[in-house]
């Protein structure tokens, strides 16, 4: 029964920044349990490289994609739509990142954030409506999986202004959602903490170590505690939730 309730065989997923840290961490551990996985990036050289990667595991197909602008997610929508009649899982990963003193903080580092952490999950899950519709129902809904971040629930240390709050809004636009689109589809986020990735890499090699002493689980994210957490969401046994926050941080939003 296990197997069953975790199972997401057969399905088909959209991992947007599926090419790197915590995207290709959920995208490798989906295909290794047997779906089908699109990955998209803005660099497409990096997203064929994943899949190709990926594709010895299992099917996992490089999709090109500027989701920064409502017309960047349109077509990558429609490029899904050319190629499938339904789309079960929606992981939406792909995200933007700046750090700036305060007394510098400009325009473009609020644009930068919240044009793809904030309008980017919004817009690309508003034009695969009709795929997640085709694939969900009560009784088994399609899947939406935003990714925000531990920083959107307390105020991080780092001058990362506009990124903070776009992880907030991107955990209140899941709620909203989440009552929006059920029963056919559930909306849920992941708030990780840290996780070995290009956008943590400086955090790390500057702080990892006191990081993780301070960790109540006193280490750093693996990449199958984010897969797991993923996969959970999409299967059987996360079925009957929505509207979820769920930190995946080894408890450091807990003090």
């Not at 050289?45 to 996992?60: I, P």
């Not at 079960?88 to 007394?103: F, H, K, Q, R």
């Not at 795929?131 to 129902?137: E, N, T």
């Not at 709620?175 to 056919?184: C, D, I, N, T």
Request: glycine residues 10%; negative net charge; charged residues 20%.
């Amino acid at each position: 029964m296990s197997a069953v309730l975790f199972s997401i065989d057969s399905k088909t997923a959209l991992v947007t920044g599926g090419s790197r840290g915590i995207g290709k961490m959920i995208a490798t551990g989906f295909v290794e349990a047997g779906a089908k996985v699109y990955i998209a990036a803005r660099k497409h050289a990096a997203s064929e490289e994943t899949a190709a990667e990926l594709s010895k595991l299992g099917e996992c197909i490089a999709l090109q994609a500027d989701l920064s602008t409502e017309e960047g997610c349109r077509a990558l929508a429609d490029e899904i739509i050319a190629r499938e009649g339904r789309l079960d899982i929606l992981v939406n990963n792909a995200g933007a990142t700046w750090g700036t003193p305060l007394e510098d903080f400009d325009e473009a580092a609020w644009e930068r954030a919240l044009s793809v952490n904030v309008k980017g999950v919004f817009h690309l899950t508003k034009f695969l409506l009709p795929l997640l519709r085709a694939a969900g129902s009560q009784e088994e809904p399609a899947r939406v999986i935003n990714i925000g971040s531990i920083d959107g629930l307390r105020a991080p240390r780092m001058d990362t202004f506009s990124y903070s709050a776009s992880k907030a809004a991107v955990h209140m636009l899941t709620r909203h959602l989440a009552g929006k689109l059920a029963p056919e589809i559930t909306v849920n986020a992941i708030a990780p903490g840290p996780f070995e990735s290009k956008m943590m890499a400086e955090t790390l090699r500057n702080f990892g170590d006191s990081i993780a002493a301070t960790n109540p689980l006193k280490r750093i994210g693996r990449p199958d505690d984010m897969a797991g957490t993923a996969i959970f969401l999409a299967s059987r046994a996360g079925s009957y939730l929505t509207g979820t926050i769920i930190p995946v941080d080894g408890g450091i939003s807990t003090i």
